[in-house]
């Protein structure tokens, strides 16, 4: 059976942030009608409770018995009202219900609700919510008060709905059911902040565990009203610092049934990540049911005007193309007084609508694995101390280089997030390096480290930091005996899946690692590496730039070691010292297979400093261990993502142009001539291109060849199999 919310959706929320009571004056069915005619959405996200000032999530805009009314709707249910006009113009309709924010007054009034803070004080009383309000606990009572507003909520008929939290602070919970339940579980009170104690590492756990039991009992609550209904909340994205709100995607994934996570795009002072929705999108995919990627159209934390059509389109693209469905968030009022400016929407939205045929049943087409690992994320703190060394930022300005202070930050939480900044960098790094060589992968997560699922793959790529259990290293190294390749680098794979050091010659030797005799000395700039043949792309002799860390490894014999580091130097500005006995890439066969190791983050080097080099190495170590399925002749700013509709028998290639502007927000997108494609293995009836709206020409040559001529934003090339 087809469930509708497998389709590709279009989701939106398009809010009176005013007023929220003003939908009472509004001709209901028009509104609709433009949603669904010049918006193109198939999904809509109506206000059930609001999170308004003060903590206002604990009234409702509909009738629910046992629930006082949100001011305004107090002679309106807005749900039953809006629900026959979203029917009548086939849109499906979520209720979108807060669950972090709620009033001071409420919470004295319902003592032992609120989420409480290692030293005893309420989290929302220390850090009011938005300046102003509280928050509650999933284990404490009130979660039979959520599942009652859930029931209520469902009752009016609705598709489903998605949950604004609720969320586990940082340094929560240590409320009396907290207490009780971990008491239960694991027979000892929660502890503080420990990175050495295990019982701190269980309690990461039951933290996650207590979202999950949270959402599995509230979609027990939905599923019982209506077993078609939805229920989902946000889900949480790759970023390693997760684990604070105790958000774990794929363990979520169980009990929802979207994985759903924010790519906002925010100006900022520092550098945007070109990919913020294809990373998150594929991030999401990873979890194994539909995602969603939400945007909302405004600038940044400017609610009240419109984003630039070019960020927006963009964002849209990117998610699309990595098999996701998309949510936006819109405001009314900016409809009200520029409607042009909602044109993009209509434009791309509309775009999707119509050629939603495509959009279904994608399988991706990759031969490369990228892990992201959350166990990691959690417990990784490397005991690479050389990490923590105060660098600066190496720039040089008025002939003053910014060398930092040289000293060794000691405090565990401290290390912590240094690694978790590392290990964002990494999974960025890698990420934009494999985008931008327009290499087929996809990410894969802790739980898809089994032999059946990477089975699928040529080469897994761990990236830089990763703590993984004896059987998932037992999994990668048969994988490898099997005939698969495995690319890692500096400490990755040498700590247990809860942290703990696993600098073992088990592990080593399938990395072609004899031992680690220690790091180089933490220097940001004029260290080096140096090229010992023409490999690569780059020749004899080529010095390549290398990253502030880097490990003293001794290779196993009979490894292939091209690259090696030069002697290090303290400082920038001072001559070369000759070549190293280290080498920087071993390259070791093992059974089958091979294992590229690099001696130095690599991930997080190209990620934090975008040098060309690293991405060089990146992209030429995988072709080394494989032949590409696709290759693709276009700048790295195009995108290329590959899938099969295997019931239609069609290969689906989306190309994405995010060729613009050399800065953010864009305000204009360069259209790209001419991309020469070649796909292997396939045989093709015709090949058409959607946004152009005509037939490519093609020849069959043990695969593909053809050149698609131009490329403006987005394009869908439907190639027919015979
Ligand atoms: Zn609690």
């Given at each position: ?10 989701m ?5 942030i ?14 609709v ?40 709707f ?17 849109i ?36 009011p ?14 979660r ?20 604004d ?43 996650e ?8 009992d ?62 998150t ?11 969603v ?87 990784y ?108 680098s ?53 010095l ?123 305000s ?25 709206e ?29």
């Open positions: 059976m087809a469930y509708w919310w497998k389709r590709p959706l279009r939106m929320r398009w809010d009176y005013d007023d929220f009571s003003r939908i009472k004056n509004e001709n209901i069915d028009t509104l009608r433009m949603k669904k005619g010049k918006l193109h959405i198939n999904c809509e996200w109506i206000v059930g409770t609001p999170g308004v000032s003060p903590g206002l999530g604990y009234l409702v805009t509909f009738y629910a018995e046992g629930f006082d009314r949100y001011p305004g107090e002679d309106f249910d807005s749900l039953r009202t809006y629900l026959s006009y979203a029917r009548k113009y086939g499906r309709l979520l209720v979108y219900l807060n669950m972090h924010w709620f009033s001071y007054e409420f919470a004295d009034a319902h003592p032992g609700w609120e989420k409480i803070m290692s030293n005893g004080e309420p989290y929302g009383i220390v850090h919510l938005y300046g102003n309000g509280t928050t509650f606990c999933v284990n404490s009572p009130w039979d008060w959520a599942f009652k507003l859930m029931e209520e909520t469902m009752k009016t008929g609705v598709d489903g709905i998605f949950l939290g609720p969320v586990v602070y940082p340094d929560c919970c240590y409320c009396e059911s907290c207490q009780k339940k971990f008491k239960e579980r694991y027979g000892s009170e929660i502890p503080k902040e420990d990175w050495q104690d295990p019982l701190w590492k269980a309690f990461i756990e039951f933290r565990d207590s979202m999950a039991d949270f959402l599995k509230a979609q027990e609550v939905v599923l019982r009203i209506n077993p078609e209904g939805v229920i989902f909340l946000n889900a949480g994205s790759w970023q390693p610092g997760s684990w604070r709100v105790a958000r774990d995607a794929k363990r979520l994934s169980r009990y929802q049934n979207f994985s759903l996570a924010e790519a906002f795009f925010h100006p900022s002072s520092g550098r945007i990540n070109l990919y913020q929705s294809a990373m999108t594929k991030y999401l995919r990873a979890t194994g049911i539909p995602a990627t939400a945007f909302h159209y405004c600038m940044g934390a400017w609610h009240y005007t419109f984003l630039p059509p070019e960020e927006i389109k963009l964002s849209v693209y990117q998610a699309v193309s990595c098999n996701g469905s998309i949510w936006i968030g819109g405001s009314t009022y900016r409809h009200e007084y520029k409607p042009e400016g909602c044109k993009p929407l209509n434009e791309t939205l509309g775009f999707l609508e119509k050629n939603e045929d495509y959009l279904k049943d994608l399988e991706s087409i990759s031969d490369t694995a990228l892990l992201f690992s959350s166990q990691t994320s959690r417990y703190i490397s005991a690479i101390t050389e990490l923590y060394k105060d660098l600066g930022s190496g720039k040089e300005q008025d002939l003053i280089v910014d060398l930092g202070t040289g000293k060794t930050v000691v405090d565990w939480s401290k290390r912590k997030l240094i690694c978790e900044n590392l290990m964002s960098f990494s999974y960025e790094g890698y990420f934009t390096a494999l985008t931008r060589s327009h290499i087929m992968f996809d990410i894969v997560l802790d739980e898809d480290i089994l032999l059946e699922k990477l089975s699928k793959y040529k080469i897994l790529i761990i990236p830089d930091f990763a703590c993984l259990s004896d059987e998932q290293w037992q999994v990668i190294e048969d994988f490898v005996k099997d005939g698969g390749s495995l690319i890692t500096f400490d990755a794979g040498l700590y247990s899946e809860k942290g703990e050091l696993r600098f073992i010659e088990e592990r080593l030797r399938l990395l072609g690692i004899k031992d680690i005799e220690g790091a180089f000395p933490a220097v940001r700039g004029e260290n080096y590496i140096i090229a010992k043949e023409d490999i690569f792309g780059f020749d004899k002799g080529n390549i730039e290398r990253s502030p860390y880097a490990l003293k490894v001794k290779p196993l014999e009979r490894t292939y070691t091209p690259f090696l580091f030069m002697n290090p130097l303290e400082r920038v500005y001072t001559p070369l010292k000759g070549e190293s006995n280290f080498p920087a890439v071993i390259i070791n066969s093992y059974g089958k297979g091979k294992v590229l190791y690099f001696a130095f983050p690599i991930g997080a080097f190209y990620g934090s400093d975008r040098i060309g080099t690293q991405e060089q190495l990146i992209s030429a170590s995988i072709n080394y261990l494989r032949e590409p399925i696709i290759k693709v002749l276009a700048p790295p700013t195009l995108e290329a993502e590959l899938y099969r509709q295997k019931d239609k028998s069609r290969i689906i290639l989306f190309l994405v142009n995010n060729t613009g502007d050399m800065q953010r927000p864009l204009y997108i360069n259209p790209v001539n001419n991309i020469e494609i070649s796909i292997k293995n396939i045989s093709i009836k015709s090949i058409y291109s959607v946004s152009n005509n037939y490519i020409d093609f020849k069959n040559n043990n695969g593909v060849n053809f050149t698609v001529p131009i490329l403006k934003e987005f394009d869908i090339i439907v190639l027919e199999e015979e």
